[in-house]
């Protein structure tokens, strides 16, 4: 308790760094360490060291003269301070912390590493949004993503157009479930005042984390569009959606009034946040109404655009052109690629990594965040045993796993990889316990995936460490999933079965081709040993879309004698994947 956490003299950023790590030790220890400016002695040391290169890199040294902590930067002092902070017992109250004599050199392998919470399928109060905050800072993690618009809700007061947040951020009722059909015939609403934004964005500077604001375009317009539907196509009637999905209906792409509301509402969100990126979204535009819209065909005509793709991709270069006027730049879903990408655009690769490598190829960056592996509003464990969630399945394994660069990536284009993501839409994620669950312990794969070199990771020595940091994440009040519990994938998913069918000759009937998205293993996907998982999209089930019939025949070569047969299905209604009506094995 007698220990002193000494700073540079004069600054006041490392004076913040120092009073956090002061309230650090005290809610580990209950110690109040006393800060103090001047020349250091023995205790804990907070040091500029221009020697560090990373700016985001820091040296910690423990000797028997006390605890050096330096970076180049405020930023690198932070996260060596997480460092120390996670190497005090939870357990420490009252006593007294040893610390074994080390020296650790430690830098980032990503500039940017982030996650993004989705506040419009079910929102969340600035106190929460602040525990995010907190959390992404203690796994060093330096950007938040805050998707703040969708069909389900706006979630930002502009000054310009108030009903967006009297009208724009309620809807009637919500789908119960995975569309149901079945409303909770209970209004939902909620959105942030700029006052409230100012602070949360003051809360997460201080924690160097940069916050990126997503207002979606032209897609996911509903709240917009049911508070001003003369900026759609068809002039409504629209109402903020109660069901989770996507809506076809779009911002009117050919009209200038709505080219102008997009403006005005980036004109006040550039105002209020300091980000060098603006997210535009771009994804999952339905664009039906655009073929038919006579202002869409019109723009189409008078500027040369060939089809609606190309009018999506003329809209999100205007907004470009916007953005980089008030010196700011673009960030957008992989769709954003469709129709020709904006000249500064970077683009947020989510439908697998393909989008980020097009991408980085032609000479753009690129952040990951493929579905595959960094949506953490799928199931982390056997469906059954879980929440409900949007569905699939993401084990801390397979987050674990991920390389943002893939190995083909040549030299000089993986400077373009500029990070990683993970993102967390919020569907099924109604409060802040459930979105903690979901979150941990898999941020902290992620972590270690935007930060360690892939030389550095070894999973086995990483699930022990993440057992433990569970069972201390427990004892500081967060509601982590239990890892300890875990049961793991389908049996038979991760390690092939035995049975008489395996390496035997499959046939499939004139009317049973498979869908070639869904292949598995092609013609010897039955026929392999290994079974399908918990997800349809694990590559490892075979689809049949379309088929009225079909007939399968597993030739065993010889006559065999028989004491049980089986077919694995799946069905997962929200994406349209169902049980066959009938079935006969003969």
């Excluded at 934004?197 to 201080?206: G, K, L, P, S, T």
């Excluded at 059954?384 to 394994?397: H, N, R, T, V």
Aim: with cysteine.
């Amino acid at each position: 308790p007698s220990t002193k956490i000494f700073y540079p003299e004069g600054n006041d950023k490392m004076k913040k760094n120092a009073e956090f790590l002061a309230s650090y030790i005290k809610e580990i220890t209950g110690y109040e360490l006393a800060t103090a400016t001047g020349q250091p002695g023995k205790g804990i040391s907070l040091v500029i060291d221009q020697s560090i290169q990373n700016p985001e890199g820091y040296q910690l040294t423990v000797s028997d003269n006390g605890i050096r902590i330096a970076g180049s930067t405020d930023a690198g002092v932070f996260y060596g301070i997480q460092t120390l902070r996670k190497s005090i017992p939870a357990t420490a109250q009252g006593m007294n912390v040893e610390l074994p004599a080390a020296t650790i050199n430690d830098y980032p392998r990503f500039a940017y590493r982030g996650m993004m919470l989705d506040v419009s399928r079910h929102f969340f109060p600035v106190d929460s949004v602040k525990t995010y905050l907190d959390i992404l800072a203690l796994h060093n993690q330096n950007t938040f993503h805050w998707h703040l618009s969708d069909d389900q809700g706006w979630r930002i007061e502009i000054k310009k157009y108030p009903e967006l947040t009297q009208i724009g951020s309620k809807r009637k009722e919500t789908v119960i479930g995975h569309n149901s059909g079945t409303y909770d015939g209970k209004e939902y609403g909620g959105f942030y005042t700029q006052d409230q934004i100012r602070d949360v964005i003051n809360y997460a500077a201080e924690r160097h984390i940069t916050i990126i604001p997503e207002i979606d375009m032209p897609g996911h317009q509903l709240a917009a569009l049911a508070t001003y539907p003369e900026l759609g196509c068809t002039g409504g009637p629209y109402d903020v959606w109660g069901q989770w999905g996507v809506a076809d209906d779009v911002i009117c792409a050919g009209n200038e009034k709505s080219m102008q509301f997009l403006e005005d509402v980036l004109s006040e969100v550039i105002d209020l946040f300091p980000s060098e990126y603006i997210h535009i979204g771009g994804d999952e535009a339905g664009k039906a109404s655009w073929p038919t819209c006579k202002l869409c065909q019109a723009r189409m005509k008078k500027e040369g655009l060939k089809d609606v793709n190309e009018l999506q991709s003329y809209l999100i270069h205007r907004i470009e052109v916007f953005l980089n006027g008030h010196n700011r730049k673009l960030l957008g879903w992989d769709e954003i690629l469709e129709g020709g990408l904006a000249p500064n655009a970077t683009v947020m690769s989510w439908r697998g990594t393909e989008g980020g490598m097009k991408a980085v190829e032609s000479g753009h960056k690129a952040i990951m965040t493929p579905g595959e592996f960094c949506y953490f509003d799928s199931y982390q464990d056997a469906p059954d045993s879980q929440p409900e969630a949007i569905g699939g399945y993401l084990p801390l394994s397979k987050v674990y796993s991920f390389n943002p660069v893939p190995d083909t990536l040549s030299a000089e284009k993986v400077g373009l990889v500029y990070g990683v993501q993970a993102n967390l839409f919020t569907e099924y994620i109604p409060t802040p316990e459930h979105a903690e669950m979901m979150i941990y312990p898999r941020v902290l794969a992620l972590a270690e995936v935007a930060w360690s070199a892939p030389s550095k990771k070894n999973y086995e020595d990483f699930h022990v460490r993440a057992l433990k940091a569970v069972e201390e994440l427990k004892k500081s009040g967060y509601n982590p999933f239990e890892l300890k519990n875990e049961i793991g994938n389908r049996p038979g998913a991760d390690k092939p079965v035995e049975h008489l069918a395996v390496g035997k000759k499959v046939t499939y009937g004139l009317d049973a081709a498979y869908y070639p998205g869904y292949a598995a293993g092609g013609d010897t996907a039955l026929v392999d040993g290994v079974r399908g998982g918990w997800t349809y999209g694990d590559k490892r089930w075979q689809g049949f879309i379309d088929k009225k019939r079909m007939d399968i025949t597993i030739d065993l070569e010889k006559e065999t004698e028989l004491h049980f047969i089986g077919a694995d299905f799946m069905q997962v209604c929200g994406p349209e994947v169902f049980m066959p009506a009938d079935f006969y094995i003969r």
